[in-house]
């Protein structure tokens, strides 16, 4: 019940194009959040989502939280080399504990 | 500014060797800590985490242990190492009551040999 399937796996894109990578969950929940993890580092927040339908934007990244509260979506436009990494989904469960989707791993052709 | 301090950065043990990972914080007092592992660049999956000094909660059995001797340092250890726990090893921290303080240290890339 508390597992997130994350879609899809892995992403090879050229440069400028735009891509889209989604999570699902078979139970609702409060909040979305979005992490990109660059190669050997810790993963980083990018988007925070709070409410049902919610959408939001960080310079070339879009999120939105589904309206059924089991999904949401991670848009990011004009692709450049810099966005390589895996995207994560999180989910928060009781304790403010994150549990994590199997994440996105993005290859940014120049 | 809150920071989080994780090391060492890499780590190469031999099998049956003991383990101790250290992460710290600064910046904040009281902080929520995480200990996560990541295999193979993919999922994280939740060790332990802490809510105060001394209180330690346990995701998953293992071959690990977390202690918090003190408020703002949570460390990851091992008395006897398997090729099963090479990984990368992730603290966390957070405020508890908002999502948006959830940071990560930089990771340690511990490899069993």
């Known amino acids: 019940g508390q597992q997130l399937n994350q879609s899809p796996q892995s992403m090879f894109i050229q440069e400028g194009e735009d891509v889209s990578m989604n999570c699902t969950s078979s139970s609702i929940f409060n909040t979305w959040l979005w992490y990109k993890q660059d190669p050997g580092e810790g993963p980083v927040l990018l988007i925070a989502?709070?409410?049902?339908?919610e959408l939001t934007s960080n310079g070339r990244l879009t999120a939105q939280f589904g309206i059924t509260r089991k999904d949401s979506f991670l848009n990011i436009s004009a692709s450049i080399p810099s966005d390589v990494g895996i995207y994560f989904c999180a989910k928060e469960t009781s304790g403010s504990r994150l549990t994590f989707g199997e994440g996105t791993q993005l290859t940014v052709n120049p | 500014s809150q920071t989080i301090h994780q090391w060492p950065a890499t780590l190469v043990q031999p099998v049956g060797s003991p383990l101790s990972l250290e992460c710290t914080v600064e910046?904040?007092?009281?902080?929520?800590l995480y200990w996560y592992r990541q295999a193979a660049g993919r999922g994280l999956q939740l060790l332990f985490y802490s809510v105060g000094i001394g209180q330690i909660s346990s995701e998953v059995p293992q071959n690990l242990s977390a202690s918090r001797p003190q408020d703002r340092q949570f460390i990851l250890s091992s008395k006897k190492l398997l090729l099963s726990d090479s990984g990368f090893y992730l603290c966390a921290w957070s405020t508890g009551t908002g999502i948006s303080g959830y940071t990560f240290g930089s990771g340690t890339r511990l490899t069993v040999v």
């Open positions: 989502l709070y409410k049902a339908g």
């Open positions: 910046g904040t007092s009281n902080p929520n």
